[in-house]
């Protein structure tokens, strides 16, 4: 079975650029949950999924960044415009089980914002 | 803001060794996770703990929730390269929902052969 898989793995883009984050879940979960890393910073919840509706997005920076998650399959992170604060890692993470901590977590996208 | 403190934040023993990292807080959290992150790779959630004083075994690691529930420990015994890796903690509020976690920086454990 694969596991929750993301791309890209790595992005480097210029201030004021849009970049566009892909994360597959792992098949069958219906509840799909964002993360990030900031620089020098700990792990931070974004938004959670359940299926294709936004259950929680209360981690959600502010309005430069939009999740989708049509069908309810997998899900995509934009970032527009991108500013230098949004360079971190971004983790996406998938559970069959609604309500707990998330079991497995992607490699995630490490994004550069220069 | 609700803070994790972990510590050590860099560990590197010798194969074999024991050890025990921290992961304190000033909050009370209704549950708390440990996670380990290997290069190139997400967090793999190993345990969750709830009750206050509950005492959890993996193997050769052994996790203890506080009694107060604000602290949490990792001790590992015996510990070989495998077991290299940054560990996270990370405690879901009491009241909220457990996928909103608050997570520590992490401990980077390096453990040579």
């Known amino acids: 079975e694969a596991g929750v898989t993301q791309f890209p793995s790595h992005s480097v883009i210029e201030k004021g650029q849009t970049v566009t984050l892909r994360c597959d879940p792992i098949?069958?979960?219906?509840?799909l949950y964002w993360y990030r890393r900031v620089m020098g910073k700990e792990i931070k919840f974004l938004l959670h999924?359940?299926?294709?509706?936004?259950?929680?997005e209360s981690g959600m920076p502010n309005n430069r960044f939009l999740a989708e998650r049509t069908g309810g399959t997998y899900s995509t992170l934009k970032v527009q415009p991108a500013e230098l604060e949004d360079s971190g890692v971004y983790f996406c993470?998938?559970?069959?089980?609604?309500?707990?901590?998330?079991?497995?977590f992607g490699p995630g996208t490490r994004l550069t914002v220069l | 803001t609700q803070l994790l403190e972990q510590s050590p934040q860099f560990l590197s023993i010798q194969e074999g060794e024991n050890l025990t990292v921290y992961c304190n807080s000033s909050?009370?959290?209704?549950?708390l996770q440990w996670y380990r992150q290997e290069p190139g790779e997400g967090p793999v959630l190993l345990v969750t703990?709830?009750?206050?004083?509950e005492v959890k075994k993996l193997k050769r690691l052994t996790f203890q929730f506080g009694d107060a529930r604000k602290d949490s420990s990792l001790h590992i015994t015996a510990a070989q390269p495998g077991d290299t890796g940054l560990y996270l903690c990370?405690?879901?509020?009491?009241?909220?929902?457990?996928?909103?976690?608050?997570f520590g920086k992490g401990t980077l454990l390096t453990v040579n052969p």
């Open positions: 990370a405690g879901a509020h009491s009241g909220g929902s457990n996928y909103k976690l608050t």
């Open positions: 703990v709830v009750t206050g004083g």
């Open positions: 909050s009370v959290f209704s549950s």
């Open positions: 999924f359940v299926k294709e509706s936004k259950q929680d």
């Open positions: 993470a998938s559970s069959q089980i609604a309500g707990g901590p998330p079991r497995y």
């Open positions: 098949s069958g979960h219906d509840n």
